[in-house]
């Protein structure tokens, strides 16, 4: 199916532009362009807006936002990592797609600053999506969370920390965690299985998926850390999955393959494709109609996950 006529009016419009891609300039500027993207979208209303700070394992403050789409108390609620390569993107940068999921959802998102790279190698922004999600077991009701109602979401590199998240839980036997969401999660470092080059220029080249791993990880070494290639993590037990795809992205692989991962450990999963549409798009709803669909998919799942006790 072909591009969708708004992205790739989108794409025709990069191409044209001088601006060179995210990895062909210095990384400083390339987290200020992407910033830049975002930053004039619409801001759909949500109850409460809360900045916060939380407290990382070596005493690092990591900067928050909560989302509370009412005033309710003990509301279920969902962590969420930006995407961005683990090199670019904020709670700012995801502004709107984390109050969307919000009101989507009817739960609260609490979206999380990570340390990025290459400032803070692997497996600093892990430990960082870890440390997220023990804060708010440990203090959420004074958040006015309940914490027994949990899902761990991301997109993209963020999509690769909260599956990386969810792991670690699984295997220390935290049953809090009820669900994840993973939009075209990162799964792999393999670029030859992960990459689909019949969509490459399509938002994300082939050099720039490279330009990322290697500020990211401290060497190639750690390429195939279950950490970072979550792919070959041990799956069993992981709580139910919703998988976001987009059709026309070059990393779509990855999220159909880690789908078929969990499902090949006994891991329940519901996989959602836009059709036409590329990298990035979800919450994306005021530039691309068709987005609304996945979100409202992705809050009906987590609204469902999170609902009172069973």
Same mark, same amino acid.
């Given at each position: ?11 025709d ?24 993207? +975002? ?25 928050? &936002? ?15 990592? !930006? ?43 892990v ?11 440990? !203090? ?8 027994? &109602? ?20 699984? &295997? ?7 669900h ?31 330009? !990322?791993?290697?500020?990211?990880l401290?060497?190639?070494?750690h ?5 970072? #290639? ?9 709580? =139910? ?5 987009? =059709?026309c ?14 499902? #090949? ?16 798009? +979800? ?8 987005? #609304?669909a ?6 009906? &799942? ?9």
């Amino acid at each position: 199916m072909p591009l969708d006529p708004i992205a790739q009016q989108m794409v025709d419009d990069m191409h044209a532009s001088d601006r060179p891609n995210a990895h062909l300039l210095p990384v400083e500027v390339a987290r200020q362009n992407f910033e830049e993207a +975002f930053a004039s979208l619409f801001k759909p209303e949500v109850a409460v807006v809360e900045d916060l700070h939380l407290t990382a394992r070596d005493g690092t403050r990591l900067r928050a &936002r909560l989302y509370k789409p009412s005033n309710a108390d003990a509301m279920p609620v969902t962590i969420y990592f !930006h995407g961005g390569g683990w090199l670019l993107g904020s709670v700012d940068s995801h502004d709107v797609t984390t109050r969307r999921l919000a009101l989507a959802s009817g739960a609260a998102v609490l979206s999380v600053d990570y340390r990025r790279g290459p400032d803070a190698r692997f497996p600093t922004a892990v430990n960082d999506a870890i440390d997220a999600v023990t804060h708010v077991l440990k !203090h959420g009701s004074s958040m006015g969370l309940d914490a027994s &109602r949990l899902a761990i979401a991301g997109d993209s590199a963020g999509g690769n920390l909260a599956a990386a998240a969810v792991n670690h839980f699984t &295997r220390e036997g935290e049953t809090s965690v009820r669900h994840q969401l993973l939009i075209y999660p990162v799964s792999t470092c393999d670029i030859e299985k992960g990459f689909d080059m019949t969509y490459e220029g399509i938002m994300l080249y082939r050099d720039e998926i490279q330009w !990322h791993q290697d500020n990211y990880l401290p060497d190639p070494s750690h390429s195939s850390d279950p950490r970072v #290639s979550v792919l070959c993590d041990d799956l069993t037990g992981a709580p =139910e999955a919703t998988v976001i795809l987009a =059709e026309c992205d070059p990393i779509r692989p990855q999220g159909v393959l880690y789908a078929e991962a969990l499902r #090949s450990h006994g891991v329940k999963v519901e996989v959602h494709e836009t059709e036409g549409m590329l990298h990035g798009f +979800f919450g994306l709803d005021e530039l691309f109609p068709s987005a #609304s669909a996945a979100m409202e998919f992705a809050g009906a &799942r987590l609204a469902a996950a999170l609902k009172g006790a069973d």
